[in-house]
Structure formats: C-alpha cells, structure tokens
C-alpha cells in the first residue's frame, strides 16, 4: 500500500528524513510505502545514507510503520544488522529466560504479560501533567542497555507491538554528549579516566538491595560486575559523553565508582546521583510517545535511557528488542566478552531468580 500523497516531493527513493525535535538529538525515517519487503530493501540499498543520519541525529532515530515486522520478526535481525557487526543471540548472553522470544534468539521480550512479567517503575508523582517530570530522582530506571557486560551492546532497537494509552509507557532518552559537555571544564576534566562499577540489577548488590541487607549472590567469574569508563569516546562522531546508570545497575558493595568511597551513602553515591540529576535535565531529555509500527534505534554508547509507568493492571505493553555490538571504541579494543564462561558453565548458572 503506498501513501495517498504519492506526489509528495519529500520523498526520494522511497524514503526520507525529519528532524525529532528542535534541539539536535534525533531523527525520524519514514517510508512512501509500508510494504515490508520494499523496506528491507531500501535498508539495504541505502544503508550508508541511513546510518549516515542516524549518527548525525547524535545515535536516536525513529523508524515509522513497521507493523509488518510483528508477522516476519526475522525482519528485526536483518535491520539489525545495518547497526552493527554483531546481533546478539540473548541465549549467550546473562539475561534470564523469561525474556526470549519464542522462536528467534537475537529478540528479547519486554513486556508486563507473562511469563516475561517485566513491570513497570512505580508511578512518579506528577506523572499525567504536563511536562512529564522526567529527571532523576523523580523518574527512575535510567540506564543503558547490559552495562554490566564489557563490551556492552553498542545500539539497541525497539519495536512497538502492544501500547498502553498515550501519556503512558513512553520512553525517555538522554543525550550525554551534551550533558558531558555543559558541565563545567574542570568537573570534566575530574571525571576522566574514573570508572564506574556497573552490575546486574538480580545479584544483590544496587543501592536498594544494599541498604535492605539483601544477600548478594555468589558468582562465576564471568557474571562478576564490570568497570565502564565514566566518560566514553565514541568511535564513530569521537564525541565523549557521559557513561552511567542508575542505581538499579550499578555495584553499591564495591561502588558505584571505583576509587571513591563505595556504599550509598559514599561519595561515590553522591557523584552519580549529581550526574544522573545533570543528565537527565529537561533540555537534555527526549520524550517518545509510542505509535503502534514504531522502531527506534538509540545508540547505547552515548544515551540513558528509560520507560515509563504504565497501569500494568490495565494494559500490556509489548516490545521487541535486539541488541548490535561489535564496535565498543578504542577503551574495549580486542577485549575477549565478559559474559562467556570460561570453564563451560551454564551462562545464568545460579541466577534463575533473575
Ligand atoms: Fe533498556
């Protein structure tokens, strides 16, 4: 099916871009038909020209109609592709069962329904006005994609299946190229070459599980948490950014910043929650409300991002992810991947109440 306005001049080849906003972060591919085949075929034919934008909109683009995927989800890894050497099979990877598409191993289920029983934050105050209060510590979840993982992914794409109502169950992006860049020269300065300790939510070891007393988990070697640079260089646009997560994801025994005084209520708690609080500001912060077909694609190298409540006892929201790796940035140059055990145990070995 083509578009009723097929004369419309904004289309060349079949597709074409628009900016997502007014601040830089962001853009938006559409298609003059969303016929999935001819699609994939303009991603092939012009796959250069998109990433070429993709990295210009600072790695945050929104690919609309792809509805078509939900029958053909094989559709995803090939677009994945376009994104990165590597889509990642999540049976390789330390992420629980619970969360593996039925039949294609590169697609990780987000979703309330079960068995993934993925929920929601809780409802922020505020939440239904207008603004969304979308910082820290008002809204929580910030993250980027497995950082507990050395090499993290690279690029994370997100398709739309089943929505909430509009106003709920958006997602939030934060651009952290310009949030490293508007602190001040020396506070820059000070954070380079500082590492922050990031670990899997489930081990016992966030600030929440710290200060309930929970008990943390014995790992394997390869389920250990690992250290990011807190200030990344990014090998495409070689902009440095901001690289952090919440305290969900982040080691509270031993940090959550190597060096500094560890525990929530160290100072190294006291460096993140300022910079979460910095990056997470309103004129660094995009806001997407989901429309059914949509795809976005965010470069986890230099974005947080995070979903917001929805009422799961209303509503089920779907989403298909994958994830692409393959170039990390000179910091994780011809590093061997974290997360493959060694010693032939099973990935997840110890962790089924992940
Ligand atoms: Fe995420």
Redesign the pocket.
């Known amino acids: 099916m083509s578009r009723q306005d097929s004369d419309d001049t904004r289309f060349h080849d079949g597709f074409c871009f628009r900016p997502l906003g007014s601040s830089g972060l962001g853009a938006v591919l559409e298609f003059q038909s969303n016929d999935l085949d001819t699609i994939l075929a303009i991603f092939r034919d012009h796959a250069e020209t998109i990433l070429g934008y993709f990295y210009a909109a600072r790695g945050l683009m929104v690919v609309k109609e792809l509805q078509g995927i939900r029958d053909d989800p094989q559709a995803l890894v090939e677009l994945s592709r376009h994104f990165g050497s590597e889509v990642e099979n999540y049976h390789q990877t330390l992420t629980s069962p619970r969360f593996f598409h039925d039949s294609v191993d590169e697609i990780l289920i987000l979703s309330n329904a079960q068995p993934c029983n993925h929920l929601p934050p809780p409802r922020p105050v505020g939440h239904g006005s207008i603004p969304l209060r979308t910082r820290f510590p008002d809204q929580v979840n910030w993250?980027t994609?497995q950082s507990y993982r050395r090499p993290p992914p690279d690029i994370?794409l997100l398709l739309a299946i089943e929505l909430p109502p509009r106003d709920q169950g958006q997602t939030l992006f934060a651009d952290c190229v310009a949030a490293l860049s508007a602190l001040a020269p020396e506070r820059q300065k000070m954070l380079q070459g500082l590492q922050g300790i990031h670990a899997p939510s489930w081990i016992g070891r966030s600030r929440e599980a710290v200060e309930m007393g929970d008990r943390q988990l014995d790992l394997l070697p390869h389920q250990s948490p690992q250290q990011q640079p807190l200030v990344r260089k990014h090998p495409v646009s070689g902009e440095k950014s901001l690289y952090i997560c919440e305290e969900k994801q982040m080691d509270f025994v031993d940090g959550p910043i190597a060096g500094l005084e560890s525990g929530p209520q160290g100072e190294g708690a006291k460096l993140l929650r300022e910079l979460l609080r910095h990056a997470t500001c309103d004129e660094f912060v995009y806001v997407h409300e989901w429309e059914s077909g949509d795809l976005v694609i965010a470069d986890n190298r230099n974005l947080l991002?995070c979903a917001t409540w929805y009422d799961a006892t209303q509503y089920i929201r779907l989403m298909w992810r994958t994830t692409v790796m393959g170039n990390a940035g000179e910091e994780y140059a011809s590093e061997e991947k974290t997360w493959i055990p060694r010693d032939g145990s099973d990935v997840m070995a110890g962790m089924e109440n992940a």
Do not use: G, S
């Open positions: 993250h994609d994370t991002h």
